[in-house]
Nanobody
């Protein structure tokens, strides 16, 4: 299963980006969709989760600035990022957790300049 994240790029501090992640429609048993990020020389960090029942949670570092959403079929997951800060610079990864395993996609690089 291949997940493809897109939408990263270079943006000035205070700007916005919208990340997208496409998943095959053949995935079954989906429980949740998530975004993670990994900044240079840092550990991977969880960013946000949306469950199939609609529960949404955010890391404190992005709460109030980022919004996670999906389409009804759960074949797309989005991350709207506003008020970006240089500390948001990272490679962003999407994942889909199923009852069997968690699938990961290739990341997309977000660079926020000061």
């Amino acid at each position: 299963v291949q997940l493809q994240a897109s939408g990263g790029g270079l943006v000035q501090a205070g700007g916005s980006l919208r990340l997208s992640c496409a998943a095959p429609g053949s995935i079954i048993g989906i429980k949740a969709l998530r975004w993670y990020r990994q900044a240079p020389e840092k550990e991977r960090e969880w960013v946000a989760t949306v469950t199939t029942s609609g529960d949404i949670n955010y890391a404190d570092s992005v709460k109030g600035r980022f919004t996670i959403s999906t389409n009804r079929a759960k074949t797309m997951v989005y991350l709207q990022m506003n008020s970006l800060e240089p500390t948001d610079t990272a490679v962003y990864f999407c994942t889909i957790e199923t009852v069997y395993k968690e699938y990961w996609g290739q990341g997309t690089l977000v660079t926020v300049s000061s």
